[in-house]
């Protein structure tokens, strides 16, 4: 259906590159530069500005030392066609890698929603001409960052909104696709490690589901990838909807009562535990890393939905993020915080919520 990419094989090289579990005990909090390089209308699309290397270098002065960066590329092909990505774009995007890579941070860089080509045609009637794209880009993602060391680790897709066993089925064919194009291309993507996303990112789904994974030519390279932003009502609901109201307060200690109709009524801490207890058994106690790719609760301070104990709302806050963010790495999980522009400021890198940063350094602990 599309030419191939891997038209420059190398021959595989392992120097410098780690297995997943001495790789993932090199790292341990990440962020995410969220609304950027994934933006529809190109970096700047969604209000950012363009990602600077001082930027990346205020990120690891707050303590991170992992970076996620949520990436499209389907928006950026320019003959539909034969699925080529411009270059220019290509070369952007290698340009912010080596910045993480040049400053020591480990690097997680996917395929993200990008139009949803991939993560809401997780089905039969798609799977050969989505399984054809998904080897195209990743062809020529590869070959593009091929000779970044271990510090740079490929993630096939974001959310996919696969939620049986059927559609993880689908799933685990893009994951199969993802994972021979880029050990197609050699060199040091020969020993790459890489991260699988489970279905809709949910850790139950996952524990239910995701029960094989990709066929790989080498050994004990793959990650698992989910996602926490439980309850959602509490982490950023910011209207009350249909399925459920805001909740602004959360966790033993935190409830109100002058509000108790904002209380979150579930997904507290015993839930969490829950899930991460899944993640642990199923995969990290079997060698196999788990990556909290996104995570994150955020302040109301709008001037529509304020918390009537607005100190409350805050402590309650600070209290999900150091909870879920030290629980997570109790259990050999790393979370990677999503921040779009709320937590540090991009314009001038300097934090805007230091609470937040402290919340996470907190859990980090």
């Known amino acids: 259906m599309y030419p191939s990419y891997n038209t420059s094989p190398k021959t595989p090289d392992s120097t410098g590159m780690s297995a997943a579990v001495p790789l993932a005990a090199k790292f ?61 774009w290509v070369n952007r995007v290698k340009e912010v890698v080596g910045y993480c890579v040049n400053n020591g941070m480990y690097v997680m860089l996917n395929i993200h929603w990008d139009g949803g080509w991939l993560e809401n045609n997780i089905s039969k009637l798609k799977q050969d001409s989505v399984s054809a794209k998904q080897k195209a880009l990743w062809e020529q993602i590869a070959t593009a960052m091929r000779d970044f060391d271990e510090h740079l680790m490929f993630a096939s897709a974001n959310e996919p909104a696969a939620d049986n066993a059927e559609e993880m089925g689908v799933l685990a064919v893009y994951h199969q696709t993802f994972v021979d194009a880029v050990r197609s291309t050699g060199g040091k993507n020969s020993y790459r490690v890489l991260i699988l996303q489970g279905p809709s990112t949910s850790m139950s789904l ?28 509490f982490c950023f609901l910011n209207q009350d909807v249909s399925w459920g109201k805001m909740a602004y307060y959360w966790g033993n200690g935190y409830h109100s009562s002058i509000e108790p109709d904002r209380n979150a009524t579930y997904g507290e801490e015993n839930d969490h535990i829950a899930d991460y207890n899944k993640m642990k058994t199923k995969f990290v106690d079997k060698g196999i890393p788990v990556l909290m790719g996104e995570y994150g609760a955020y302040r109301r301070d709008g001037s529509a939905n304020i918390p009537k104990e607005l100190a409350l709302h805050n402590a309650s806050v600070d209290y999900w993020i150091t909870f879920t963010t030290k629980e997570a790495l109790a259990r050999g999980i790393k979370p990677f915080w999503w921040d779009t522009g709320g937590a540090l400021d991009r314009q001038n890198n300097t934090v805007k919520d230091q609470r937040t940063i402290d919340a996470i350094i907190a859990g980090g602990k």
């Not at 030519?217 to 959602?232: D, F």
């Open 206 to 233: 996952t524990y239910d589901l995701m029960n094989t994974l990709p066929k790989d030519p080498v050994t004990n390279r793959l990650m698992v990838e989910v996602h926490n932003y439980t309850p959602a009502q």
């Open 28 to 88: 341990k909090l990440g962020w995410n530069i969220g609304n950027t390089l994934e933006a529809t209308g190109g970096e700047t699309g969604w209000g950012n500005p363009l990602i600077t290397e001082s930027y990346v270098k205020a990120v690891k002065q707050l303590g991170f030392t992992a970076i996620r960066i949520p990436c499209a590329w389907n928006l950026h092909i320019d003959n539909s066609a034969t699925a080529h990505i411009d270059q220019n």
